[in-house]
């Protein structure tokens, strides 16, 4: 295998096609640096954590995207037992997850490459048993999957980070009630909502506009937060998703939270999912913190 000291992931799909010149500066700036490097090129729908690997890399994978491209970057490494941290350069849509960990300003300085810098956060895995998909923000269901789903097929390409907000507001008037069985440990939930998350870091909206509001969430404390909004009637569902989404923590009991380090969620209906933005599989689905931290360059 050749050695190198970075391995870099270029999405040229996401965002606004930023990825070339981006790729093409950071390739001279670590060429001045003594740097060695090998560039793995994005331009169709590929599964980059699936894909083998061919080099030892030393110091870290550096990854160029949005939140899809980060996710499967963190797959790419786990995936190969890959002792390295992994760096983010944005040029996503939204770029949530660079947002949550404060590295959205790094298109045009790369010096956080050499200063070795490091954040440790928790990865959660969703297990549907056929697929396994690593999580770092959240996992989702109902509303949220349903305005994931929207945005990506009509609001995405056209609206960019808004088409997030539109694509909630249009969801909101017509949020469904969902079955549910919710296990945590020998807690057993079962109930109808009509949103459901798991969290892991607490994200952001436009940067400064949090997501969600709650302090409890940790990304280094062995733990995932589950947090429902039960639907008793469509009233009570859009004032409850409301309040998870815009109130956090003082939410008036119309969000419901459990704390654990796994959960298994059922129901007697077919029921999509999101993880980190991304739509993956249906319902059941076991979801658990690894038992080791992961780190990023910051």
Do not use: W
Not at 13 to 37: D, R, V, Y
Not at 84 to 94: F, R, S
Not at 135 to 160: D, Q, V
Not at 266 to 287: F, H, M, W, Y
Request: aromatic share 10%; charged share 20%.
């Amino acid at each position: 295998m050749e050695q190198v000291d970075f391995q870099i992931v270029a999405n040229f799909m996401a965002g606004k096609g930023s990825a070339k010149q981006i790729l093409s500066n950071l390739e001279l700036f670590l060429k001045n640096n003594g740097k060695t490097f090998s560039v793995l090129t994005i331009d169709k729908p590929t599964s980059i954590s699936k894909l083998p690997n061919h080099n030892q890399i030393n110091e870290g994978l550096i990854c160029i995207g949005g939140d899809g491209t980060v996710s499967e970057s963190v797959g790419y490494i786990l995936n190969h037992n890959l002792k390295i941290p992994l760096a983010i350069i944005p040029t996503g849509t939204a770029n949530f997850i660079a947002d949550a960990f404060g590295l959205d300003n790094h298109h045009f300085d790369f010096m956080f490459l050499l200063d070795k810098k490091l954040k440790k956060i928790d990865i959660g895995m969703a297990d549907y048993g056929k697929e396994k998909n690593y999580i770092l923000l959240g996992f989702g269901l109902g509303f949220e999957e349903k305005f994931s789903k929207i945005t990506k097929e009509k609001f995405k390409s056209k609206l960019g980070i808004f088409s997030y907000i539109f694509a909630a507001l249009a969801e909101l008037l017509s949020l469904k009630r969902i079955p549910i069985t919710i296990k945590a440990g020998e807690n057993i939930v079962s109930t109808d909502v009509c949103t459901l998350m798991v969290l892991n870091i607490p994200p952001k909206i436009l940067r400064t506009f949090p997501l969600f509001k709650f302090n409890s969430v940790n990304e280094d404390d062995g733990l995932l937060s589950l947090k429902y909004v039960e639907y008793k009637n469509y009233l009570h569902a859009f004032l409850g998703t409301l309040a998870l989404h815009i109130l956090g923590r003082v939410n008036f009991g119309l969000v419901k939270t459990l704390v654990d380090k796994e959960f298994h969620l059922e129901s007697s209906t077919v029921i999509g999912t999101q993880v980190d933005g991304e739509l993956k599989g249906n319902l059941p689905v076991a979801i658990s913190v690894l038992p080791k931290s992961f780190s990023f360059l910051i």
